[in-house]
Nanobody, 127 residues
Framework: VQLQASGGGLVQAGDSLRLSCVVS????????LGWFRQAPGKEREFVAG????????YYSADVEGRFTITRDNAKKMVYLRMDSLKPEDTAVYYC?????????????????????WGQGTLVTVSS
C-alpha cells in the first residue's frame, strides 16, 4: 500500500494551494480518506476527511469554509483544496486511509482510525 502526497510549497497568506494524494495497493472505494497536518513542535491533527462514497465530508473548525476535500475513485486520488491560507496553516500535510470505517458512521477524526499513511508534503505560508 502506498499513499503519495504532493502539491506542497511556499505561498503567501491569502493564497490557494491544492494538495494531491495518489493511492495504490488497496481497494480505494472501500476506504475513507483523510488529511492531517503536523506543525513544528505540535502534534499531528485532523484537517479534513471524506467518506468512502464521497458523500460525507468533515472538517476541523480551523479550516472549515477554507479547505475542501474531494476524491476521484476512478483515479484513486484524494485532493485538498486550500484557500485563504494563513501562516498558522504552515505544516507537513499527510494523507491517510481508513479501511475499517463502516458505512453508517461519520468520518473519523482520530489518528488511530487510519491504517495507511503517506509521507507528507510541506506547506509553508508566509505572512
Amino acid at each position: 500500500v502506498q499513499l503519495q502526497a504532493s502539491g506542497g510549497g511556499l505561498v503567501q497568506a491569502g493564497d490557494s494551494l491544492r494538495l494531491s494524494c495518489v493511492v495504490s495497493g488497496l481497494t480505494f472505494s472501500r476506504y475513507a480518506l483523510g488529511w492531517f497536518r503536523q506543525a513544528p513542535g505540535k502534534e499531528r491533527e485532523f484537517v479534513a476527511g471524506i467518506h468512502k462514497n464521497g458523500g460525507r465530508t468533515y472538517y476541523s473548525a480551523d479550516v472549515e469554509g477554507r479547505f475542501t476535500i474531494t476524491r476521484d475513485n476512478a483515479k484513486k486520488m484524494v485532493y485538498l483544496r486550500m484557500d485563504s491560507l494563513k501562516p498558522e496553516d504552515t505544516a507537513v500535510y499527510y494523507c491517510a486511509a481508513d479501511g475499517r470505517i463502516i458505512t453508517s458512521s461519520p468520518v473519523r477524526t482520530y489518528i488511530s482510525a487510519y491504517d495507511h499513511w503517506g509521507q507528507g508534503t510541506l506547506v509553508t505560508v508566509s505572512s
